[in-house]
């Protein structure tokens, strides 16, 4: 993983990783505690407002649909940050099992409608028991497979609620619970069935949905709005609460596979990467505006010279790396703002100038003067030790009286720069050596 505090990352994405000051993209799956407060405890409502709080002094916010959008809109409308509206793709297996082991390994039939949900109790798993029990009572029969980790730590008896169930309503024939499959077992199972099943009662953007897309799969789903923003054909639709209107879409096509329309899911693929892209970059670009504007703003604020008693042990050189400057700003910084020790400062200390710096660009020497006498000529920076701390010493004993003392930063390469690069961490001055 590339170190969340090195300063040549332009952005930081997903969040979190750990603190840092590096601009960053968070990203906010949904806003589910706000809809449903009754499945959090009130210290994780308040944690999770506090952890959107902090996201949203971030530099962006990623989204993963126009209805979490809308969320956020209604339930944060004191905050202004640059919000972002990506839908994400599914990546699937590049080859998947042979449908007949897959049958062998999980005990499925030849027919049946596959529900792969976490057992989490607002995947509404319910929903689809009771138009089962619905159905045979008409005489109907189908089977559903459904397949997750049966555990929910919100509601831990969830699982054995729903076993119970299918015992009572004399379902055992018609309900497989196949556990946690692997991934390429799984998306076997969703491609061989007679339609994918999402009834959940909320979602941010289902990744269920976007699999049986990317398989061309039909999908019988909760009528929510994120799942309507999702699918636009291949689907039907019905009201989580209403077992009946489900069981009626199970009879159908339970009866008849139902017709798809096929199409390219690499559309949606390539789609979602540009959007993806295309965010990033605006993100990076606006940043890079905003820092700009600022560094023109503070470059002319800036103290060019130490005060000699604050010499010992000061930082002198500003770090401008949380304000960022381009390729003109720099040059305006190199021009106006050097280290400077006066001939006053010398004649009291020691001889030998001690500097202990962290190079943070690659590409630069070090020179230091004594007025215009050049007491160190490019001190090559090694590219390989960025952010590794150097020691260099300088005997002045020579050249007191010569002029004030500067500490140049020259033959940077031609990219612009959005930080200081040197950052002084120790100065002060020994005795020569014997």
Same mark, same amino acid.
């Given at each position: 993983?590339?170190?969340?505090?090195?300063?040549?990352?332009?952005?930081?994405?997903?969040?979190?990783?750990?603190?840092?000051?590096?601009?960053?993209?968070?990203?906010?799956?949904?806003?589910?505690?706000? @809809?449903?407060?009754? =499945?959090?405890?009130?210290? $994780?409502?308040?944690? !999770?407002?506090? +952890?959107?709080?902090?996201? &949203? #002094?971030?530099?962006?916010?990623?989204?993963?649909?126009?209805?979490?959008?809308?969320?956020?809109?209604?339930?944060?409308?004191?905050?202004?940050?640059?919000?972002?509206?990506?839908?994400?793709?599914?990546?699937?297996?590049?080859?998947?099992?042979?449908?007949?082991?897959?049958?062998?390994?999980?005990?499925?039939?030849?027919?049946?409608?596959?529900?792969?949900?976490?057992?989490?109790?607002?995947?509404? @798993?319910?929903?689809? =028991?009771?138009?089962?029990? $619905?159905?045979?009572? !008409?005489?109907? +029969?189908?089977?559903?497979? &459904? #397949?997750?980790?049966?555990?929910?730590?919100?509601?831990?008896?969830?699982?054995?609620?729903?076993?119970?169930?299918?015992?009572?309503?004399?379902?055992t024939d018609q309900v497989r619970f196949l556990g946690f499959m692997p991934r390429e077992d799984q998306v076997a199972a969703m491609r061989g069935a007679q339609a994918i099943i999402q009834p959940s009662?909320?979602?941010?953007?289902?990744?269920?949905?976007?699999?049986?897309?990317?398989?061309?799969?039909?999908?019988?789903?909760?009528?929510?709005?994120?799942?309507?923003?999702?699918?636009?054909?291949?689907?039907?639709?019905?009201?989580?609460?209403?077992?009946?209107?489900?069981?009626?879409?199970?009879?159908?096509?339970?009866?008849?596979?139902?017709?798809?329309?096929?199409?390219?899911?690499?559309?949606?693929?390539?789609?979602?990467?540009?959007?993806?892209?295309?965010?990033?970059?605006?993100?990076?670009?606006?940043?890079?505006?905003?820092?700009?504007?600022?560094?023109?703003?503070?470059?002319?604020?800036?103290?060019?010279?130490?005060?000699?008693?604050?010499?010992?042990?000061?930082?002198?050189?500003?770090?401008?790396?949380?304000?960022?400057?381009?390729?003109?700003?720099?040059?305006?910084?190199?021009?106006?703002?050097?280290?400077?020790?006066?001939?006053?400062?010398?004649?009291?200390?020691?001889?030998?100038?001690?500097?202990?710096?962290?190079?943070?660009?690659?590409?630069?020497?070090?020179?230091?003067?004594?007025?215009?006498?050049?007491?160190?000529?490019?001190?090559?920076?090694?590219?390989?030790?960025?952010?590794?701390?150097?020691?260099?010493?300088?005997?002045?004993?020579?050249?007191?009286?010569?002029?004030?003392?500067?500490?140049?930063?020259?033959?940077?390469?031609?990219?612009?720069?959005?930080?200081?690069?040197?950052?002084?961490?120790?100065?002060?001055?020994?005795?020569?050596?014997?």
């Amino acid at each position: 993983m590339a170190d969340p505090h090195h300063r040549d990352i332009d952005l930081l994405f997903p969040f979190p990783i750990e603190e840092t000051s590096l601009p960053t993209l968070t990203w906010i799956p949904d806003f589910q505690e706000k @809809h449903m407060p009754y =499945l959090f405890t009130p210290g $994780e409502i308040e944690g !999770r407002r506090r +952890e959107h709080e902090t996201y &949203f #002094s971030r530099e962006g916010l990623l989204l993963s649909s126009e209805d979490a959008l809308a969320d956020y809109r209604q339930f944060y409308s004191g905050y202004r940050i640059p919000t972002f509206v990506v839908p994400f793709a599914s990546f699937l297996p590049a080859q998947l099992p042979d449908m007949d082991a897959v049958r062998a390994r999980h005990g499925l039939p030849e027919r049946y409608f596959f529900a792969p949900n976490q057992f989490w109790i607002h995947k509404n @798993h319910i929903v689809i =028991l009771a138009a089962l029990k $619905e159905l045979k009572e !008409r005489g109907i +029969e189908p089977i559903v497979c &459904f #397949s997750g980790k049966e555990f929910d730590p919100r509601a831990q008896g969830y699982a054995p609620f729903l076993r119970k169930k299918v015992a009572e309503w004399g379902l055992t024939d018609q309900v497989r619970f196949l556990g946690f499959m692997p991934r390429e077992d799984q998306v076997a199972a969703m491609r061989g069935a007679q339609a994918i099943i999402q009834p959940s009662r909320f979602e941010g953007w289902s990744t269920v949905i976007e699999d049986a897309k990317a398989l061309n799969q039909y999908i019988i789903a909760s009528r929510l709005d994120v799942h309507k923003e999702q699918l636009t054909k291949n689907a039907d639709f019905f009201d989580p609460s209403d077992f009946k209107s489900l069981a009626d879409l199970l009879e159908r096509h339970w009866q008849e596979r139902p017709t798809v329309e096929l199409s390219d899911y690499r559309r949606n693929q390539r789609e979602y990467g540009a959007r993806l892209l295309g965010t990033f970059r605006a993100l990076v670009m606006a940043n890079q505006a905003a820092r700009e504007d600022m560094a023109r703003e503070i470059v002319s604020d800036i103290s060019h010279s130490i005060d000699d008693s604050d010499i010992l042990g000061l930082s002198p050189v500003v770090d401008l790396r949380d304000e960022g400057l381009d390729t003109e700003g720099w040059s305006r910084w190199m021009e106006s703002t050097q280290l400077l020790v006066s001939r006053e400062t010398l004649t009291a200390k020691a001889p030998v100038l001690h500097l202990v710096f962290r190079n943070q660009v690659p590409g630069q020497k070090l020179t230091i003067r004594a007025g215009e006498t050049i007491l160190q000529k490019g001190f090559t920076i090694p590219q390989d030790e960025l952010s590794v701390p150097l020691e260099l010493y300088v005997n002045l004993e020579k050249h007191v009286g010569a002029g004030d003392i500067r500490l140049e930063i020259s033959e940077l390469t031609k990219q612009g720069y959005r930080q200081l690069g040197l950052l002084i961490e120790k100065i002060d001055f020994v005795a020569m050596a014997n």
